[in-house]
C-alpha cells in the first residue's frame, strides 16, 4: 500500500511539471502585427490590404506553427529549427516589388528568419527575371513584448 502511495505521489508530481512546462511553452509564443498596404502573395496565398496578427507556437521541439490571421483571411506556415536566428532582433517583412504584384519573401522575428523565396520553380525564376527589375520594401512587424 505505501509503494502506491508513493507512485501516486510521483504520477501527480510527474503531472504538475508536464503542465507547467506546457503552460510555459505557450506564454513563450511570438505574437503581434503588421498591416499591409496593398494587397500581398505569401507563398500560396494572397493576402489583402489590411491589418493582420501573428501567433508564433511551438508544435513539437524542432517545428513552431507561425499563423496569420486577418479579417478576409487566415494562413499557417510550419517553421523549422533551421530557422533559428540568434541574431535576429526585430521584427520585418520583407517584400518584393514588381509593377502590380509583392511578394513576402522573408520574415525575421526575434529569434528566427523565415526565407520564402526558394519556393519558386525555374521557369517561375525565368518569367520573372524576364519582367522589369523588382524592388523590395520592409514593413515593420510589431512584436508584442508581454509575453
Request: proline share 2%; charged share 20%.
Amino acid at each position: 500500500m505505501r509503494n502506491l502511495s508513493k507512485a501516486l505521489v510521483v504520477a501527480v508530481g510527474l503531472f504538475s511539471i508536464g503542465v507547467s512546462s506546457s503552460s510555459v511553452l505557450a506564454n513563450n509564443a511570438l505574437v503581434g502585427s503588421f498591416t499591409l498596404s496593398e494587397s500581398t502573395q505569401w507563398k500560396n496565398t494572397t493576402l489583402p490590404a489590411g491589418k493582420y496578427t501573428f501567433k508564433m507556437a511551438r508544435l513539437k521541439d524542432d517545428v513552431n506553427q507561425l499563423s496569420v490571421s486577418g479579417k478576409n483571411k487566415n494562413m499557417n506556415i510550419l517553421v523549422y529549427a533551421q530557422s533559428e536566428c540568434e541574431a535576429c532582433r526585430k521584427g520585418a517583412l520583407q517584400v518584393e516589388v514588381q509593377g502590380d504584384n509583392r511578394v513576402v519573401t522573408s520574415m525575421e522575428l526575434p529569434g528566427y528568419h523565415m526565407n520564402f523565396n526558394g519556393n519558386k520553380s525555374a521557369a517561375e525564376r525565368e518569367k520573372q527575371m524576364s519582367k522589369a527589375p523588382a524592388s523590395s520594401e520592409q514593413i515593420a512587424v510589431h512584436v508584442d513584448s508581454n509575453n
